[in-house]
């Protein structure tokens, strides 16, 4: 690890303040950037230690729910309100990473958690992520673990997280403030897609910082499931992961949301594949042309071209546990 | 609007924080770099070399540790962000001669062969039983998933652990 500085503000204005500089980042329960660190792939000048923010609690919020940036994704899976009600998101994080990881693992860490591309953690390769204008080495390399949807000729990276896939479904909302003041950030805006620039995961600004997550007053807890295939059943990243939620009336599909993580940059939804489904009588055949619709476009790299299929198949099997009311714990291992 | 960060005000030299931390009980005070990881912290400041350093980056699960009760890999932690925290680790787990319900069970289970992984088993195991999520053996075996025994010890682990799952001195 470099040389860096360290502060430890306890109010949120303060923070704003100590994270305005370049070269500063923000710590919270550390499982990314301090892995990053140990790597040199992130060096920073100063770290700004968030901890001691009051953004630790979960709030009925509108009906709704307030998820702090610090509350730990632990905490949030095993709230009671997220159980009972938003049980999509309870899945998707107890589905990542590992129970100690997910015990310092916070909110807002999750969002902003860099991806695993295997060049972005290794110096000695060119990455446009890492060091832009360097070029993409897994363009034509080892990239099992890449994108198939979204991509672009500078990157091809996907986001890694889980809970992200989650909150995709559920069209929550972030809150952040800033240098610039306070503003609130739509789920399917926050994160973007690499295009010319990959440096940039997200659509936060400079010295931005998360204050909390907004949860919709919904409930998808009778039709939804959160299914995520890996190379391992525990403890790995997606390589494809679907979440879906719907709401039945009188045998058909009133509204379908189906997210993919794994395969994208961001969370991949499509409009086209959701609207598909309103209206139809559930169906594998129904299903399977949302899912044809949500991979419209897809384009494999080689080593990650099984993907596709991979995809297809997962989102019709998740597409009928959500509407069989049949969602797949992630103790139940099962994989067809 | 794009914002134009201003210059780092030039923090980086060496500044050793002063923490606090309860080990095992015992009150310790510590001045440090922020670079220092727990996991160094115990195992080069405190001589608790029971905690063991598998991977460094969160794959492995042989740092876990209990902090403020809940089981953490302390290779990814930074120690002054635990300024203020309890730490228990293997060595704080027995009383006097007597070995923690874990700890037995571990040994009456034949639940390790190198012992690498244990102290990080063991003490991911209490913090396991203490969070109450893990209700039968396929959930003991994916809540332990963050442990991983490169001698393959699995099943035995999962015997020793269900042995005790139901007793209240053993989380
Ligand atoms: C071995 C391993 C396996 C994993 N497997 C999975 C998996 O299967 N699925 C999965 O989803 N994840 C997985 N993870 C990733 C894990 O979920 C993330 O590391 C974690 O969510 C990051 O949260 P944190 O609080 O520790 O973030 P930190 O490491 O503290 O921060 C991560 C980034 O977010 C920024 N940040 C943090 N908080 C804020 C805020 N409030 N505002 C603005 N910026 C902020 C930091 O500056 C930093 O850039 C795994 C991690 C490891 C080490
Ligand atoms: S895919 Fe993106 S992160 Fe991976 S090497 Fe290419 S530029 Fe870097
Ligand atoms: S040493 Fe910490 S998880 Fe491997
Ligand atoms: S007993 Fe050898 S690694 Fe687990």
Redesign the pocket.
């Known amino acids: 690890m470099n040389r860096f500085g360290y502060d430890r503000p306890s109010d949120v204005a303060e923070a704003v303040r100590d ?1 305005n500089a370049r070269g500063v ?12 660190m140990k790597e040199n792939v ?1 060096r920073p000048v100063r770290v700004v230690d ?1 901890n001691r ?1 009051p ?1 630790h609690a979960i709030e009925d919020h509108d009906g709704g729910l307030r998820i702090g ?2 509350a ?2 632990s905490e949030t899976a095993w709230d009671a309100r997220v159980e009972a009600k938003y049980p999509v998101l309870a899945s ?2 107890l ?4 129970p100690q ?2 015990n ?11 991806t ?1 591309c295997l060049y972005f953690y290794d110096n000695t390769t060119a990455c446009n992520k890492r060091e832009p204008g360097t070029g993409c080495s897994a363009i034509g390399g080892v990239n099992r673990v890449n994108a198939i949807l979204g991509a672009s000729p500078s990157c091809i990276a996907t986001h ?5 896939v989650g909150l995709a479904v559920l069209n929550a909302t972030v809150n ?1 403030t800033g240098p610039l003041g306070d503003r609130t950030i739509p789920f399917a805006d926050y994160h973007r897609l690499p295009g010319e620039d990959p440096s940039r995961d997200n659509t ?1 600004k400079p010295g ?4 909390s997550i907004d949860l919709p007053d919904e409930d998808f807890s009778g039709n939804y499931t959160y299914l ?1 295939l ?1 190379d391992r059943l525990s ?4 390589l494809v992961s679907v979440a879906v939620v719907m709401r039945i009336e009188n045998g058909r599909i009133a509204e379908a949301r189906i997210a993919l ?1 794994g395969v994208a940059h961001k969370p991949w939804r499509s409009k086209t594949a959701e609207g598909l489904l309103v209206g139809e009588v559930p169906s594998q055949s129904a299903f399977l042309a949302a899912a044809h619709a949500l991979l419209e476009g897809a384009q494999g790299q080689g080593a990650n071209d099984f993907k596709i299929g991979l995809a297809r198949r997962a989102i019709v099997r998740a597409c009928r546990q959500a509407a069989d009311g049949t969602p797949q714990s992630q103790i139940d291992k099962r994989v067809a | 609007m794009p914002t134009k960060l201003a210059e780092p005000t030039a923090q980086t030299a060496e500044r050793l924080i002063d923490i606090d931390l309860t080990v095992n009980g015992k009150a310790e005070h510590f001045s440090i770099a922020p670079w220092v990881t727990l996991l160094d912290l115990l195992r080069e400041r405190l001589d608790l070399t029971g905690t063991k350093k598998g ?1 460094d ?3 492995c699960g042989a740092c876990t540790v209990l902090v403020d009760g809940k089981r953490v ?1 302390s290779c ?1 932690t930074l120690a002054v962000v635990r300024d203020g925290s309890e730490i228990q680790t293997i060595e704080g787990l027995s009383s006097g001669d007597t070995l923690h319900p874990m700890q037995q069970a571990f040994i009456d289970h034949d639940a390790f062969q190198c012992g690498y992984c244990t102290p990080g088993q063991i003490c991911s195991a209490i913090g396991m039983l203490r969070e109450g999520k893990a209700d039968g053996r396929d959930a003991i075996r994916e809540n332990m998933s963050g442990n991983l025994c490169r001698c393959g010890a699995y099943t035995n682990i999962a015997d020793a652990i269900e042995s005790v799952q139901g007793r209240e001195d053993a989380r």
């Not at chain 1, 310092?104 to 969002?111: Q, R």
């Not at chain 1, 890694?160 to 992200?164: E, F």
């Not at chain 1, 931005?208 to 204050?211: A, D, G, K, Q, V």
């Open positions: 994270g980042r923000f710590l919270a329960g550390g499982s990314n950037l301090v892995d990053l992130e968030i923010l953004l940036a610090l730990t994704n998707s994080i589905a990542g990473a590992s990881l997910r310092v693992a916070t909110a807002g860490g999750n969002l902003n958690q860099r695993r890694p997280s889980d809970m992200c952040v936060l931005e910082l998360i204050t995520k890996r403890y790995a990243f997606a993580g | 991977c980056h969160g794959q890999n990814l």
